[in-house]
Nanobody, 122 residues
Framework: QVRLLESGGGLVHTGDSLTLSCALS????????YGWVRQTPANEREFVAA????????SYADSVQGRFLVSRDTTNNTMYLRMNNLKPEDTAVYFC???????????????RGQGTQVTVSS
């Protein structure tokens, strides 16, 4: 089992930056893809970003490409999502997830955290 615990959400203004953290524990040696998905106020679940546990090239949703950066620190088993130039449409509950591939993270992750709210005011 893998446990995921998000932190770092909050209320920010358009153009601000924010970093989310996800503390990983349990069987983190398993070869999952780790990432972030978000649930919008319209209740839609969207893929945001992902990185394989071995590293490699991260993948991003088109809507955040160039603004968000996903990374993982294997020394302290923490994953980060650095969000720059935030927009009101980024408002959502952000979930840390682990699963088979980026394509499955939004709809069918193997593990998911409790989520952290990010609100971007205009």
């Amino acid at each position: 089992q893998v446990r995921l615990l998000e932190s770092g959400g909050g209320l920010v203004h358009t153009g601000d930056s924010l970093t989310l953290s996800c503390a990983l524990s349990g069987r983190t040696f398993l070869p999952y893809t780790y990432g972030w998905v978000r649930q919008t106020p319209a209740n839609e679940r969207e893929f945001v970003a992902a990185i394989h546990f071995r590293g490699g090239t991260p993948s991003y949703a088109d809507s955040v490409q160039g603004r968000f950066l996903v990374s993982r620190d294997t020394t302290n088993n923490t994953m980060y999502l650095r969000m720059n130039n935030l927009k009101p449409e980024d408002t959502a509950v952000y979930f840390c997830v682990a699963g088979a591939s980026p394509k499955t993270l939004a709809r069918a992750p193997n593990y998911r955290g409790q989520g952290t709210q990010v609100t971007v005011s205009s």
